[in-house]
Structures are given as C-alpha cells and as structure tokens.
C-alpha cells in the first residue's frame, strides 16, 4: 500500500514556473514507477511525466517536453514535477501516482495508488 500526498500548486502567471513536490508512504514506494498525471475542468485527466523506479528512465507528454522535468528522491520517497515556461492551458489537477511495477508508463490503468491532486491555476 501506498499513500500518497501532492504539494506545491498554485497561480502563476504565464510565463512563470512552479515544483509539484508529491511526498510517498508505504513500503512499496522505492520500487514503484511514479506519474503524474492531469485533468482540467470538464475534460479527462491525462498523462503528463512518468519516472521509473530508480529514476533512469522518463517519458513526457509532447505537450509538456521540454516544459517539464520530473524526478524523485527515493531516499525522501518524494517525486518532483518541475514546471517552466506555463501557459493557461497548463491550467488543471495535477495528480501523482505510483505505479505497479519500476517501469514507467504512461497509462492511468497501471497505477493504482493515487493523490488528492493540487491545483495548478496559470493566469495573469
């Protein structure tokens, strides 16, 4: 079992940047493939970064490559989305999840332990 807990949303203008820090409980963690993932009001919650589960091996959505950097401190059980250059369509839930197994994916069903979400509101 793992518990997981998101941190670090809030408005920003565009342009500007934010960290999602999201902080893990549970035994399994340090062996788990974390994502994080988005939904927008009214629209279904998406793929936005994946990390395996040592932290070799990412993988970014085309919308936010480039934008975006996700990483973890297994040794804090703590997985860090570093968000740049925002735009409002950035504007959603973020949510962090751990994964089934170390590999990481980009697909909502192979994780089945997630966050509450934080916010994340980009507006001048």
């Known amino acids: 079992q793992v518990q997981l807990v998101e941190s670090g949303g809030g408005l920003v203008q565009p342009g500007g940047s934010l960290r999602l820090s999201c902080a893990a409980s549970g035994r399994s963690y340090p062996g788990s493939a974390m994502g994080w993932f988005r939904q927008a009001p009214g629209k279904d919650r998406h793929f936005v970064a994946t990390?395996?589960?040592?932290?070799?091996?990412?993988f970014y959505a085309d919308s936010v490559r480039g934008r975006f950097t996700i990483s973890r401190d297994n040794g804090k059980k703590t997985t860090y989305l570093q968000m740049t250059n925002l735009n409002p369509e950035d504007t959603a839930i973020y949510y962090c999840a751990a994964g089934r197994t170390w590999a990481r994916s980009s697909n909502v069903n192979d994780y089945p332990y997630w966050g509450q979400g934080t916010q994340v509101t980009v507006s001048s």
């Open positions: 990390i395996s589960g040592i932290g070799e091996d990412t």
